[in-house]
């Protein structure tokens, strides 16, 4: 399972990739692998408002449909419009070109409530017990 360092997390398998006042968000190695062959996303909108742990996607595939919660509030600055015409592409790569949107963050000390790459490798291991 692939737990890229340099990223935040959330228990719901959300990643989060701060820079600055932006986020590039998505969802979690473990949640792509999870769902299966992803055949679909709902995105969030530029200009919408995202709060931290509220429904920001919706993500289906061939086993289930899945809402995507937001790891930080902000405002969405851009949506990943290519997952549109190619969902494929999360499974192939979550944390790159399957990334979901960029949003400018409204509050940076809700990084606090997430985990890093540590915690969350734990976190996930302990689901599997």
Known sequence: MNIPENLLY??????????GDRATIGITD??????????FIDLPKPGAKVE???WC????????????YAPLSGEVLEANTELTDHPELINKSA?????FALIKIADLGEKSRLMNSVQYKEYVQ????
Do not use: M, N, P, R
């Open 57 to 68: 996607a919706t993500v289906e595939s061939v086993k289930a449909a899945s809402d995507v």
């Open 52 to 54: 931290q742990s509220k």
């Open 10 to 19: 959330t228990k719901d398998h959300e990643w989060v990739k701060i820079e």
């Open 126 to 129: 302990g689901l599997s017990k």
């Open 30 to 39: 473990f949640a792509q692998h999870s769902l299966g062959d992803i055949t």
């Open 95 to 99: 944390y790159d070109t399957g990334w």
